[in-house]
T-cell receptor
Framework: QQQVKQSPQSLIVQKGGISIINCAYE??????FPWYQQFPGKGPALLIA?????SEKKEGRFTISFNKSAKQFSLHIMDSQPGDSATYFC???????????FGIGTKLQVIP | DAGITQSPRYKITETGRQVTLMCHQT?????MFWYRQDLGHGLRLIYY???????DKGEVPDGYVVSRSKTENFPLTLESATRSQTSVYFC???????????FGPGTRLLVL
């Protein structure tokens, strides 16, 4: 049972373009939504996170958009660069529990 | 500052053998986690620990055993390895009052 559904599984974007990765969840108890970035041969690392009391959070070229009523959230990477090529995981966590549920991941390739 | 380390980084074993994967963190984080990463499944939680001597099952615990006698160590044992346990294993840790999980570099395990 996949509690956090992520799409697409792979994405190819040209340098300078916008990369968009979407996630959806069912559990309304989730109250923290992080995105992790993973480079080949490395462990995932926190990229950006949002709580459901805001609809958008921006950090540099990375933006999370959050739609609480639709139970969806997405990661936008503006001006995508080859160095952004990595696997991105959305995730969700409910308050009081340290367990995080991850999406299946999106492999992003930014081509020059 | 070593952070979180895993050993070995690569392991080849045979079906039926016992294998132990080691995880060590230097931050004194309360929580530690074991995940497995497989294509098409993302990161799935195997076991987690809230403190020394406190462990609990995650999503896919069958065939695995954990222990946590010291805060800094969280070994994962495959009691009788099976081919389906071929995977990349990640250890992670987090502070009890913060959501960010810090991942180790992973152990790539091949069961023949």
């Amino acid at each position: 049972q996949q509690q956090v559904k992520q799409s697409p599984q792979s994405l190819i974007v040209q340098k300078g373009g916008i990369s968009i990765i979407n996630c959806a969840y069912e559990n309304t108890a989730f109250d923290y939504f992080p995105w992790y970035q993973q480079f080949p041969g490395k462990g995932p690392a926190l990229l950006i996170a949002i709580r459901p009391d805001v609809s958008e959070k921006k950090e540099g070229r990375f933006t999370i958009s959050f739609n609480k009523s639709a139970k969806q959230f997405s990661l936008h990477i503006m001006d995508s660069q080859p160095g952004d090529s990595a696997t991105y995981f959305c995730a969700a966590k409910s308050g009081g529990y340290q367990k995080v549920t991850f999406g299946i991941g999106t492999k992003l390739q930014v081509i020059p | 500052d070593a952070g979180i380390t895993q050993s070995p980084r690569y392991k080849i074993t045979e079906t039926g053998r016992q294998v132990t994967l080691m995880c060590h963190q230097t931050w004194s984080h309360s929580y530690m986690f074991w995940y497995r990463q497989d294509l098409g499944h993302g990161l799935r939680l195997i076991y987690y620990s809230a403190a020394a001597d406190i462990t609990d099952k995650g999503e896919v615990p069958d065939g695995y055993v954990v222990s946590r006698s010291k805060t800094e160590n969280f070994p994962l044992t495959l009691e009788s390895a099976t081919r389906s346990q071929t995977s990349v294993y990640f250890c992670a840790s987090s502070e009890s009052h913060r959501e960010t999980q810090y991942f180790g570099p992973g152990t790539r395990l091949l069961v023949l």
